[in-house]
């Protein structure tokens, strides 16, 4: 009975144990992650945890956001995760996305991890079509994101077809156009080839640049009506608020700098403007709805405490980070300069070995050449030696047929007492015997001279066989060819390259000569945007004889209107805020 009250009482303290805890999912652009939290957490306690969890410290960008009555919410951080208005089935499902854009990526994204996130993010959205992109910017942004994963281009490895299967450009810039996928990769592969030598954090870097420069990039889109109850759009983003038309997302029709904005409230669906300009009226426009209402103002509140920050100076904690970022850039360079001088010298020792073997096997194919040669010169001689030996015989030969023939000659002499005729008949045959021995002695003779001459070919073929020899060996002797010295503080012994005892002083020249660097950065940063301009315009070029007109979208048409004009983004920001607010307040209302 006591052993079932105590079981009985565990239970119990096991679901309470349980009961105040509570799971929840949160998914990242990159992975998910699982926590258990307690009950009596509040946002910023679990905003906090996921932060920690990735070593993300610029925190101000960043937020947890949820779905909620086909609209998205973020989590308040003042306030308590369970009595919010979550899903209720746990693990509850939280995205942790940048809620608030920098103004200039460049000089405002500190961390690497920070600058991860927004290029993932941005990314997505963009091939999402959430952010419209021009043809030619997206295959430029493209080749950015192929740099970003894959690192250097390298012609052996990046073979065709090796981006078949990448999701690289929105679907409507491919339907824009009659271009195959192998069409599509060439261009990209060629924009890509362009960007080597950086690393994966700049192509990051230099895609949020492109990026941050179209229309629809880090703007919070809002259905509202004025006064009048036109319809129009209400746009958010870090430089303040935008009014459009709802069918034009690119240009606004009006806009209101955070710094001419003095206080915003709302009352249900209505929400009032106060200018920063006293004489100027209180502006009101409607949302759609109440939770609506509420994402505008958190998002005005967020936008405009970054917009004010960024105009004062840094925090003890961004100086810190920023000066950790610069150390950690200054190390990243010269790391990447000490890899790039290894990598140079091992180019240098295999093009330098390419060459000797290359010199090896020409001189083995004149060694393997000399030795026919020689083989040929053996031949020959032995060959004239042979007719040497033959003349001489066949002249020994002829000297005996000639003794004989006088021998002969001798004994005619002898009898040639015999008769008259027959001694005629013996001068007959004695002259025709001497006119023989006459013929064999001549022959004898020529026999003896091309016997004489043979002689001398065969000297001259041993003496051909002899240089051959000689030949043969010297180029034996140069085979062995020592490669060529290196110095020895610039390549160390076989080409091994140790990475230990590496370190790095940062000194105070270091530093000076670090902010030099960013000072060239910035007097370069027109030249290379005349360069960017200058890459988009030819790769519009390129392509833009096969697009496919009937298919453009009406952003593409208000996009193409807009570069005609010569209008852009920040170009169209600075021509709308030359009018007073007065006077823009004043067009709104009348829209």
Sequence with gaps: MASALAAKMGLNSLRRKQAKNFNVRISTMESDMEFSCEVKWKGKDLFDLVCRTLGLRETWFFGLQYDIKDTVAWLKMDKKVLDQELPKEEPITLHFLAKFYPENAEEELVQDITQHLFFLQVKKKILDEEIHCPPEASVLLASYAVHAKYGDYDPGVHKPGFLSREELLPKRVINLYQMTAEMWEERITACYAEHRGRTRDEAE???????????????????IRNKKGTDLLLGVDALGLHIYEPENKLTPKCSFPWNEIRNISYSDKEFAIKPLDKKTNVFKFNSSRLSVSKLILQLCIGNHDLFMRRRRVDSLEVQQMKAQAREERARKQVERQRLEREKHLREEAERARD???????????????????????????????????????????????????????QRIKVTAIRGQEERRLMEQKMLEAEMLALKMAEESERRAKEAQQLKQDLQEARESERRAKHKLLEITSKAVYPPPAMPADTMPADLSFSRENLSFDFKDTDMKRLSMEIE????????????????????????????????????????????????????????????????????????
Excluded: C, W
Excluded at 536 to 542: C, M, P, S
């Design 205 to 223: 870097m230099e895609y949020l640049k492109i990026a941050q420069d179209l229309d629809m990039y880090g703007v919070n889109y809002f259905f």
């Design 355 to 409: 060459e000797l073997e290359r010199r090896l096997i020409h001189l083995q194919d004149e060694a393997h050449m000399a030795n026919e040669a020689l083989l040929r010169s053996e031949q020959t001689a032995d060959l004239l030696a042979e007719k040497a030996q033959i003349a001489e015989e066949e002249a020994k030969l002829l000297a005996q047929k000639a003794a004989e023939a006088e021998s002969e000659m």
């Design 520 to 591: 060239k950065e910035k007097v370069e940063y027109l030249e290379k945007s005349k360069h960017l301009q200058e890459q988009l315009n030819e790769l519009k070029t390129e392509i833009e004889s096969l697009k496919l007109k009937e298919r453009e979208t009406p952003l593409d048409i208000l996009h193409s209107q807009n570069a005609e004009q010569g209008t852009s983004k920040h170009s169209n920001f600075k021509k709308l805020t030359l009018q007073s607010t007065k006077s823009r307040v004043a067009f709104f209302e009348e829209l």
